[in-house]
């Protein structure tokens, strides 16, 4: 056993899920218990979000010995409150990879942008996850300018044999999402989209399937590593391993202060209407899910029960807003009059992990220690790859692991003192853009 060793506050309300329609309508999952003794295995796994979740599957897939720590309950943070949509690509763009590192990364990102939403696919198939899976998503215009980077992004898409996205006039677009906001978009025949929730539970109870272990409201505080062994220090307990995998991306709470200062905890909120039964048909006839293209976007979907959800906003710092429902419903309406007057049953707030470079990290503290973090909002299929990626490199096929974690990364300007007010300054300036169309 044993005690606090550097006092770490807790970032969860006794583990408990926010008040979401996701956690109101999640399949049903067991009391798993927390880490009170200390225990021996190959493999331990901190963060029971999609990119530990994805590292563990894979992992007990190949007959490791697996033990995912969680300091909440699974899918407590991102992963349990996100969009739901399976968005192919990064945050940062093909294009800006390549600028901003060269055609040779953006060749091999772009052969793999694609997997995380095979690698779910999979995941549902195999285990028989219940999880309202539906197809495609489209990216939507509001002006000239974005219906330009679109087109240069779905050419660039199809140099890397990408061959899945079609472009969408104003009349195109409308067949699809009924509203007179958008100019145009592209579809993403491949996309999709999901109760997140309820994907992340059927993970875990396919790890625990494979024979792994799983510990929920286990608060990590410190890692210890040697040339012989690794130690994952608990608040009543202790984990001794071969291997540590951090995943706690914008929960891991100032654990580890190297990854800490990296990234910067950003909020996004969404709100979920009553059931509107044959309106929501007449909204999306074509139930895909919806983002757009501006800076600070917007992004919508239908639920299993016909519910608009419908999420925006950022807050950086991860502050939640005194009023989810007013800030995000005024969004909503203008895009869809029709919804002026319907109740709004959940509103929720989450945080995502942004890096400077909107580009995810991975990489190790120690030869025993990976990490993978930085998905800045688009980690859905992002953490499902990165998940594959870095079960391999514990498996010994190191060579994707080894070329993300050679890809520098960038600090925010001013340190971590300046990111949030940095960060806030950038917002502006794009957001000055997205309304004048530049």
Same mark, same amino acid.
């Given at each position: ?7 770490? !506050? +807790? ?9 979401? @329609? ?25 963060? /029971? ?33 996100? &969009? ?28 793999? *942008? ?25 990216? =939507? ?18 140099? +890397? ?10 009349? &195109?677009?409308?067949? #699809? ?28 109870? =396919?790890?625990?399937?494979? &024979?792994?272990?799983?510990?929920? %409201? ?6 210890? #590593?040697?040339?012989? /062994? ?22 891991? %709470?100032?654990?580890? !202060? ?7 905890? *950003? ?31 917007? #992004? @919508? ?8 959800? $419908? ?30 007057? *319907? ?16 580009? !995810? ?10 990490? =993978? +973090?930085? #998905?800045?909002? +688009? ?27 050679? *890809?520098?990364?960038? !600090? $925010? ?17 794009? =957001? ?7």
């Amino acid at each position: 056993m044993t005690n606090n060793k550097r006092n770490i !506050p +807790h970032y969860s309300d006794q583990g408990q899920y926010p008040d979401s @329609y996701y956690a109101a309508s999640r399949n049903p999952k067991p009391d798993r218990p927390t880490l009170k003794q200390d225990i021996n295995c190959e493999t331990c796994i901190v963060g /029971g979000g999609y990119s530990g979740l994805s590292t563990a599957l894979h992992l007990t897939e190949t007959d490791h010995d697996v033990v995912l720590l969680e300091g909440a309950q699974i899918g407590w943070g991102a992963s349990g409150r996100n &969009g739901g949509q399976i968005v192919n690509g990064l945050n940062a763009s093909l294009q800006k990879i390549k600028k901003s590192y060269g055609d040779s990364t953006a060749d091999f990102v772009g052969q793999l *942008v694609t997997r995380g939403n095979k690698i779910i696919r999979r995941f549902i198939a195999d285990y028989n996850i219940q999880c309202d899976l539906k197809e495609k998503n489209i990216f =939507a215009a509001f002006n000239t300018s974005q219906m330009n980077d679109l087109i240069d992004t779905h050419e660039l898409w199809e140099s +890397h044999g990408m061959h899945e996205r079609e472009i969408l006039d104003k009349q &195109g677009i409308q067949q #699809y999402v009924n509203t007179d906001a958008y100019i145009g978009g592209m579809i993403d025949h491949s996309g999709g989209h999901i109760h997140p929730l309820n994907l992340a539970l059927g993970e875990a109870a =396919a790890i625990e399937k494979n &024979g792994g272990t799983i510990y929920e %409201n286990t608060l990590v505080v410190d890692i210890e #590593y040697s040339d012989t /062994g690794a130690k994952v220090i608990t608040e009543f307990g202790t984990v001794t391993c071969q291997k540590i995998v951090l995943c706690g991306n914008a929960y891991l %709470n100032k654990v580890i !202060p190297k990854l800490t200062d990296r990234i910067m905890p *950003v909020s996004t909120q969404i709100i979920a209407t009553e059931p509107l039964g044959e309106l929501a048909d007449e909204l999306i006839p074509s139930d895909v899910c919806v983002e757009d293209m501006r800076y600070i976007l917007d #992004y @919508y979907r239908l639920s299993a029960d016909k519910r608009m959800l $419908f999420g925006g906003g950022s807050v950086y710092g991860g502050q939640d807003p005194a009023d989810i429902k007013a800030k995000i419903r005024p969004n909503m309406i203008k895009i869809f009059p029709q919804l002026r007057d *319907v109740q709004v049953d959940y509103a929720w707030s989450g945080n995502f992990a942004l890096s400077f470079s909107r580009v !995810p990290q991975m990489g190790q503290l120690h030869d025993r220690v990976l990490f =993978a +973090h930085g #998905y800045s909002g +688009h980690g859905v299929t992002g953490s499902h790859l990165f998940g594959q990626i870095l079960a391999d490199a514990i498996n010994g096929k190191t060579k994707e692991f080894d070329t993300f974690a050679k *890809v520098p990364w960038i !600090p $925010f300007p001013g340190g971590r003192s300046l990111r949030v007010p940095y960060s806030v300054m950038g917002s502006w300036w794009y =957001a000055l853009k997205d309304k004048t169309g530049l």
